[in-house]
Nanobody, 116 residues
Framework: QVQLVESGGGLVQAGGSLRLSCAVS????????VYWYRQPPAKGRELVAE????????YHADSVQGRFTISEDIAKNLVYLQMDNLKPEDTAAYYC?????????WGQGTQVTVSS
């Protein structure tokens, strides 16, 4: 069973930055995709960013393009989400996820709150 543990969330003022980390219990190189999702209060979960491991292609949602950056440290089995110029609408629970051989794994999430 692959386990993912997120960290780095917190309270920040608008315009500030946070870096989320996700520790993966299995080598990220064995995963097909790694993702960051978020779920704002009273809303559904949405994809924020992903890395397609076959070629390293990265995707960022339009709402975060230019402000958020997904990256990974393969040697340490860590996935990051650098979040800059945060806005109140970025307030959400952020989840790390990985897809390996068609099985999707989820972390428990970390809360990010952006005050105006």
């Amino acid at each position: 069973q692959v386990q993912l543990v997120e960290s780095g969330g917190g309270l920040v003022q608008a315009g500030g930055s946070l870096r989320l980390s996700c520790a993966v219990s299995s080598p990220t190189s064995s995963m097909d995709y790694v993702y960051w999702y978020r779920q704002p209060p009273a809303k559904g979960r949405e994809l924020v960013a992903e890395i397609r491991r076959s070629d390293g292609h990265k995707y960022h949602a339009d709402s975060v393009q230019g402000r958020f950056t997904i990256s990974e440290d393969i040697a340490k089995n860590l996935v990051y989400l650098q979040m800059d110029n945060l806005k109140p609408e970025d307030t959400a629970a952020y989840y790390c996820s990985a897809n390996g051989g068609g099985t999707v794994y989820w972390g428990q999430g970390t809360q990010v709150t952006v005050s105006s």
